[in-house]
């Protein structure tokens, strides 16, 4: 089993994370970080993202805050509304 810790909002992990999505262009990618020094090392970035209550912070909604990040929810008079694209 694979061991999943969730990082402090700005630490170094955090910052080469984004680095990492961010260099290919990704709005949405898990990033698989190992110990490397005194730092650490990239080696996976995935597509297919979980979300649980492991990657949950203090009074808010990340997966409501992706979802809306990533236009599929609009939030209208403070409430989520699905967002449906027509084609």
Do not use: C, W
């Not at 290919?24 to 995935?46: F, H, M, Q, R, S």
Request: zero cysteines.
């Amino acid at each position: 089993d694979r061991l999943r810790l969730a990082m402090a909002k700005q630490s170094a992990a955090s910052a080469l994370g984004i680095a990492a999505a961010a260099a290919i262009g990704a709005d949405l990618v898990g990033v698989d970080l190992l110990p490397a020094g005194d730092g650490y090392t990239v080696i996976e970035l995935n597509g297919a993202v979980d979300f649980d209550d492991l990657y949950s912070l203090a009074e808010r909604d990340v997966l409501r805050e992706a979802a809306v990040a990533l236009g599929l929810l609009r939030i209208r008079s403070g409430r989520a509304e699905p967002h449906v694209a027509h084609v």
